[in-house]
């Protein structure tokens, strides 16, 4: 049987973690949520997450600094959702090492599928 | 919040004084000695029996106080962090007494539900005759972990420590009777500003606190959640600002250093103090002194410390964690802040009655013993001090000793400054920097260090006042009024007419993101509920950010209230976070602060709306 893929969501809006859970629960993820930056780095690094979540205002440490202290020893997709378009703002995030920039405001479907298509690039 | 397993070790830690302080003591003693009473500064010693008496005196007053602050400092320096825990593993409940508290409490009834999932908060309404309850009551729509308990006169407004033990007696009926279980549950107490940092449940749960059978109360550090407010007075001055600026953070300086060294100090005497906002206690605990004394909290005036002194004499440990905070709003007017010292400085004078009995039950070893008597008799020696510091100096004026042309005497008076008046005093503003990671500059922490010396002065109005109130039999106080207390709000005419025309939420964009979230309408209700359950703390991030002038936080927040309004279709609030952005992208605060009860105003509206289409009542 295959495992099921775990996500983890590093978001400190109540609501907005709440409907990324949603989403990823519907793209077949198992999922755990954290608040802040510091507790999401410490669960990054203790368990094997296929897709990790980042916001960017973090209330404790910045999720850019999140993604830069995870990525060196994390094997899975990092992807950052944050209400910062700017594309200096997009630039940085990929710089500090994430797969993916998502900005917010954004459609429940095509996050999903965006999820969806950068776990199974792994795949393929 | 889900918490996994860490790998720490849990067991008890006890720590204790170092014997090492005996030594500094007595090499404090002599010091203060050579300086008081064998330098001749003051008199020769020997020569006036009665003069002698007062140099002894003053001699061991300040040797006593710099032992004591060396304590401070060394405890605070060398610290051991407090270990987390699984919160999950606990039943959680905070207590927010209120009286009149409508500029306040949905913000703090907000950021403990979203902060805390698990979290019970049962607001005790002590007959307001402002909106508090049907405050409570609308949150109580979107939250049924939101609890109010409404108390009505003659049975209110008959002090703090009713109001607890009011809402002790539902809460503990609603728990099941297993012994247990009861240790199991912790009921905390919340100021109605008060804010708990998000890993406080956590940290609770820890080795070191609930974690630990014996520990019956915990203690969290207190901050100041308006110390970076830039006007913190508005409709004053500069120089009120100014002053209101330091008080505040004079304030927040003395929690998080000088208050907070005492209590990591009082967790190795075993003398830990409660102090109302940021208490947890078990409710077996409570139980205990609901079975001694027929309710918990008692009738003192500081009804929190006196709870903590019946706990300790009960035999459960108190304990304190300074890495997770309660945060208040600090006193930015000097007349509301010496009223209010005045009324705690009564209430822990109040509570010596309560030392026999601590005491005799045994409960208290050496260190503890010699801990809570500095301290309560800490108002006394301040008051000889008071008296006698000036007696001596005028009496050395006067014979020319002091003569301020001469060089030997000059040094004298300068080093006594330095060692006991103003180094005690003056390094928390240092420390304050460098150990609270405050973002503040080295000329501001010598400022506030320097700011802070006048300040630990304040003690010789407030204490000789709460002295007097004693002696003529006041205890009477009127509530402390909070800053936003009549600031607010401005009329809905302001709005701009094409702000007026745009739906307050879009029916079409709810649908959307149920269907979107395959057809599930039950998910998108709650998001709806938690946006209406979030709006108070999502405004109070807002703003405390724009009164502080943090761009990235304020950045932030806006952000977030817009990002959550346009998922929502919550569109004039949307476009009205969007219009606020302007000014700050100008980086332009007068006008942010300006049209911020703008914002305040569209999301209450908002909020409405979702009540009126989503609750079902």
């Known amino acids: 049987m295959q495992d099921i893929p775990r996500a983890l969501i590093i978001e400190d809006d109540d609501d907005i973690r709440r409907l990324l859970e949603m989403v990823l629960t519907q793209a077949g993820f198992a999922v755990d949520a954290v608040p802040n930056g510091e507790e999401g780095v410490a669960r990054a690094a203790a368990s094997p997450y296929a897709l990790l979540s980042v916001d960017v205002g973090l209330p404790d440490i910045d999720g850019l600094e999140v993604v830069r202290r995870v990525r060196p020893s994390f094997t899975g997709r990092i992807v950052m959702v944050s209400a910062r378009s700017a594309e200096s703002d997009q630039s940085s995030g990929h710089a500090a090492g994430a797969d993916l920039y998502i900005t917010k405001p954004f459609r429940p479907r095509e996050l999903k599928q965006k999820f969806l298509d950068l776990v199974a690039a792994d795949a393929s | ?617």
């Open chain 2, 1 to 617: 919040m889900n918490t996994g397993p860490r790998n720490v070790s849990t067991r008890p830690r006890r720590l204790r004084v170092s014997p090492l302080i005996f030594v500094f003591s007595a090499l404090y003693g002599a010091l203060a000695a050579l300086v008081f009473c064998f330098s001749g500064a003051f008199g020769d010693f020997g020569e006036h029996p009665l003069r002698d008496a007062g140099l002894v005196v003053v001699t061991l007053i300040s040797s006593l106080a710099l032992t004591y602050i060396s304590l401070l400092v060394h405890t605070y320096l060398a610290r051991r962090a407090n270990r987390s825990g699984n919160s999950e593993t606990l039943s959680w409940h905070v207590m927010i007494p209120c009286r009149d508290e409508e500029s306040v409490i949905a913000e703090t009834v907000s950021a403990a539900r979203t902060t805390f999932p698990g979290l019970h908060v049962w607001v005790i309404d002590d007959d307001s005759e402002d909106a508090t309850a049907s405050i409570v009551r609308n949150l109580q729509d979107f939250d049924d972990k939101v609890h109010l308990i409404s108390r009505r006169r003659p049975n209110a407004r008959t002090g703090k420590g009713h109001a607890l033990n009011a809402a002790y007696r539902v809460i503990a009926e609603a728990t099941s009777e297993d012994p247990r279980q009861r240790h199991r549950t912790v009921i905390g107490v919340l100021d109605a500003d008060g804010f708990l940092s998000g890993n406080a449940l956590d940290l609770l749960a820890g080795p070191d606190a609930f974690g630990e059978d014996t520990v019956g109360a915990v203690q969290l550090e207190v901050w100041m959640k308006n110390r970076g407010d830039r006007l913190p007075r508005p409709l004053s001055g500069g120089f009120k600002n100014l002053l209101g600026r330091t008080l505040i953070r004079m304030q927040d300086i003395e929690f998080r250093t000088s208050n907070s060294a005492m209590q990591m100090l009082r967790v190795k005497t075993g003398t830990v103090g409660m102090g109302g906002n940021g208490q947890f206690t078990r409710l077996s605990v409570l139980d205990d002194l609901d079975a001694d004394y027929g309710q918990p909290w008692g009738k003192k005036l500081s009804e929190d410390y006196e709870l903590g002194l019946n706990i300790m004499t009960r035999g459960h440990r108190t304990h304190y964690i300074p890495e997770a905070h309660v945060s208040q709003e600090a006193l930015p007017f000097t007349r509301r802040l010496l009223t209010q010292r005045t009324r705690w400085a009564q209430g822990n004078m109040e509570c010596a009655e309560l030392l026999p009995s601590l005491r005799r039950s045994g409960h208290l070893r050496g260190s503890g013993w010699a801990e809570i008597h500095y301290f309560m008799g800490q108002p006394w020696l301040l008051m000889a001090n008071l008296l006698l510091g000036p007696i001596l100096f005028v009496l050395a004026l006067t014979e020319g000793r002091v003569g301020f042309a001469s060089g030997s005497s000059v040094q004298w008076i300068a080093l006594l400054a330095a060692v006991f008046l103003i180094l005690p005093y003056f390094l928390w503003g240092i420390l304050y920097k460098y150990l609270c990671r405050e973002d503040i500059s080295l000329l501001s922490s010598i400022f506030y260090g320097l700011s802070y010396l006048f300040y630990v002065y304040l003690t010789y109005i407030y204490y000789p006042r709460a002295m007097a109130r004693i002696v003529s039999g006041r205890t009477a106080w009127a509530k402390t009024a909070r800053n936003a207390d009549g600031t607010r709000l401005l009329p809905l005419s302001a709005l701009r007419e094409e702000l007026l025309a745009l739906p307050l939420l879009d029916a079409e964009i709810i649908t959307s993101l149920a269907e979107e979230l395959d057809g599930a309408e039950d998910f998108a209700r709650e998001l709806v509920n938690t946006f209406g359950l979030i709006w108070p703390r999502r405004w109070a991030n807002l703003r405390l950010a724009a009164a502080a002038e943090d761009h990235t936080a304020t950045v932030d927040a806006l952000a977030s209230i817009r990002v959550a309004s346009e998922m929502l279709g919550a569109e004039r609030l949307a476009q009205t976070a969007r219009d606020l952005g302007v000014h700050l992208d100008a980086v332009d605060y007068s006008a942010l602060r300006r049209d911020l009860p703008m914002i305040s105003a569209v999301g209450e509206q908002t909020v409405e709306e979702i009540r009126g289409r989503f609750v079902t009542v």
